[in-house]
């Protein structure tokens, strides 16, 4: 079961970045509504408003590095990691990485995707905040969880922007936090 706190954001925060992103009808397929942040990225006060609460959970959490998920998870992921003074680790699509690297395969809505860490990006006694933009059936952000155990580190929280409430994205990565905290910024 996943813990939650206040971090949700106050309603003048949901209602600047809700404004900022953008419903795009049947992209990239047909019945799919994709959440297009580029709007908020391009908000220099919305962007520096979401780093700032990324960032403020980062210290809260006492994260010692923040994870971020190819390729938007990396947009937001990276100005946080400078803010809150830790060390920035991507985790990429498999094949994007050079040096030695654990990859973990896992289930898309329709198929299969494998994603990669540096073997040694990570070191026990790490704790690891892993920010994304979109949590929705959750299967990106699990593998990422399973990454970070294999590396021997610890799983610190997962934050995301937007969590897509109407898919089981929560359930499915609650076996995986095993307590550690998801939050979401805004919950749609
Ligand atoms: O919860 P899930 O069902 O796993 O979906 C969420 C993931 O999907 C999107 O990434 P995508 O693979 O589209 O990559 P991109 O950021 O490179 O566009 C999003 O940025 C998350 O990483
Ligand atoms: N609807 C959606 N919008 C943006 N990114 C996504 N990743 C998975 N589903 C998504």
Same mark, same amino acid.
């Given at each position: $079961?996943?813990?939650?706190?206040?971090?949700?954001?106050?309603?003048?925060?949901?209602?600047?970045?809700?404004?900022?992103?953008?419903?795009?009808?049947?992209?990239? %397929?047909?019945?799919?509504?994709? %959440?297009?942040?580029?709007?908020?990225?391009?908000?220099?006060? &919305?962007?520096?408003?979401?780093?700032?609460?990324?960032?403020?959970?980062?210290?809260?959490?006492?994260?010692? %590095?923040? /994870?971020?998920?190819?390729?938007?998870?990396?947009?937001?992921?990276?100005?946080?990691?400078?803010?809150?003074?830790?060390?920035?680790?991507?985790?990429?699509?498999?094949? %994007?990485?050079?040096?030695?690297?654990?990859?973990?395969?896992?289930?898309? +809505?329709?198929?299969?995707?494998?994603? +990669?860490?540096?073997?040694?990006?990570?070191?026990?006694?790490?704790?690891?905040?892993?920010?994304?933009?979109?949590?929705?059936?959750?299967?990106?952000?699990?593998?990422?969880?399973?990454?970070?155990?294999? &590396?021997?580190?610890?799983?610190?929280? /997962?934050?995301?922007? $937007?969590?897509?409430?109407?898919?089981?994205?929560? +359930?499915?990565?609650?076996?995986?936090?095993?307590?550690?905290?998801? +939050?979401?910024?805004?919950?749609?």
């Amino acid at each position: $079961m996943s813990a939650t706190s206040a971090f949700g954001a106050d309603q003048e925060l949901r209602t600047l970045l809700l404004s900022r992103i953008h419903d795009v009808p049947d992209y990239p %397929k047909p019945g799919v509504t994709f %959440k297009d942040i580029t709007p908020l990225l391009a908000d220099a006060t &919305a962007f520096a408003a979401l780093t700032d609460a990324f960032a403020g959970l980062c210290r809260e959490y006492g994260a010692t %590095k923040v /994870v971020g998920l190819e390729a938007r998870g990396f947009i937001l992921a990276a100005p946080v990691a400078v803010r809150a003074g830790v060390g920035f680790v991507p985790v990429r699509k498999a094949g %994007k990485l050079p040096g030695a690297t654990l990859g973990q395969a896992y289930a898309l +809505e329709y198929g299969t995707a494998e994603i +990669e860490l540096h073997a040694d990006a990570l070191v026990p006694g790490d704790r690891v905040l892993v920010i994304d933009d979109v949590l929705a059936t959750g299967g990106t952000a699990e593998a990422s969880l399973k990454l970070i155990r294999r &590396a021997g580190a610890e799983v610190a929280g /997962v934050a995301v922007l $937007m969590e897509l409430g109407f898919l089981p994205g929560r +359930e499915r990565l609650a076996g995986e936090l095993a307590g550690a905290p998801l +939050e979401a910024l805004i919950t749609v």
